[in-house]
């Protein structure tokens, strides 16, 4: 069954809704962020709207410093129902899902220590949290005809293809698996056709896909 699942994208503190991978940690990062949006309301209109409507399983992204209080805001406002994802680790998951609020949390980076995959770090936080409490996000860009999982902001490719393999090993540890396909996010021009079609083929637990969606 095919579902609609919002989202809240935070950056600086502000809701956005950020291009593809033009965000960056660069010095002159900012410089060459371009977004479709920018939102004059807080995180929490958003959690406040996906509630009214009932859309539940609506995630939450930090990108970068400087929104952990609107993470908050969101959360709060609808306890245990949104998913939080950026910058989560073995040592803050269970913050995130106790006092923060969170639904679930969502993990990348931190599996990919030096852009290798760590399926220990992977064990660690499921046996610490739960495997029911754990989204994986393996959002990913093509190369050589792979999509290859993607870390921090989209900008580094890791040592993981994503693939009918690496989804059934994840699959032991997590709960459900977030997917952007980052190159075609923020451009309103079509998803990826061949990705839905194969995460369709390949995933036996619930996924998210985000990335190109420009009408209904």
């Known amino acids: 069954m095919t579902r609609f699942r919002p989202c809240i994208d935070l950056h600086n503190g502000h809701v956005k809704q950020i291009v593809g991978a ?9 410089l060459e962020l371009r977004t479709n949006f920018v939102s004059n309301h807080p995180a929490s209109y958003y959690a406040q709207l996906y509630r009214s409507h009932h859309l539940t399983g609506a995630h939450v992204i930090k990108l970068g410093p400087g929104n952990d209080d609107a993470a908050l805001d969101a959360l709060t406002s609808w306890p245990n ?18 006092e923060g609020q969170a639904g679930k949390i969502i993990v990348t980076s931190w599996l990919f220590p030096k852009a290798q995959f760590s399926e220990d770090r992977l064990r660690q936080l499921c046996e610490k949290v739960g495997k029911d409490k754990i989204v994986v996000d393996v959002s990913c860009k093509v190369k050589d005809g792979e999509w290859i999982v993607a870390m921090d902001k989209w900008q580094t490719l890791t040592d993981m293809a994503v693939n009918k393999s690496s989804i059934s090993m994840l699959e032991q540890y997590c709960s459900e698996f977030l997917v952007h396909a980052a190159d075609v996010e ?3 021009k079509g998803i990826d056709e061949s990705l839905v079609e194969k995460l369709g083929e390949w995933c036996t637990i619930p996924v998210t896909y985000a990335g190109g969606g420009h009408g209904l």
Do not use: H, K, R
Request: glycine letters at 16%; proline letters at 3%.
């Open 186 to 188: 923020g451009l309103c």
């Open 81 to 98: 129902m949104l998913q939080l994802g950026g910058g989560i680790t073995v040592d803050n998951a269970e913050y995130w899902l106790s």
């Open 22 to 30: 033009t965000l960056s940690d660069a010095p002159a990062g900012d």
